[in-house]
């Protein structure tokens, strides 16, 4: 089993920038997909980036050139960095993680508020 923990959200004004963090402990030897995905109100949730163990990253199209996934395998923590963030950015963010070798996510965070408004 693994536990993911998140933090780093908040408001932000559109344009600004904020860092989540997910930290997983227990079996973590085994994860091979890392993600962020968000859920918007009367949304369903959606992918916003993955990263892999062999560090091949992808991103949903609204995202791409904003936001960066990147993992520190010595904190055992990945992170997303949000940057030229937009009203519609505002959702829960969760990450998540898979350790099937496919990007099936088998353990979610418990979300964290990301609010863009001026």
């Known amino acids: 089993q693994v536990r993911l923990v998140e933090s780093g959200g908040g408001v932000v004004q559109p344009g600004g920038s904020l860092r989540l963090s997910c930290t997983a402990s227990g079996s973590i030897s085994g994860i091979y997909v890392m993600g962020w995905y968000r859920q918007a109100p009367g949304k369903q949730r959606e992918l916003v980036a993955t990263i892999v163990s062999g560090g091949s990253t992808n991103y949903v199209d609204s995202v791409k050139g904003r936001f960066t996934i990147s993992r520190d395998a010595a904190k055992n923590t990945f992170y997303l960095q949000m940057n030229s963030l937009k009203p519609e950015d505002t959702a829960v963010y969760y990450c998540?993680?898979?350790?099937?070798?496919?990007?099936?996510?088998?353990?979610w965070g418990q979300g964290t508020q990301v609010t863009v408004s001026s």
């Open positions: 998540g993680s898979g350790s099937r070798g496919t990007y099936t996510i088998d353990n």
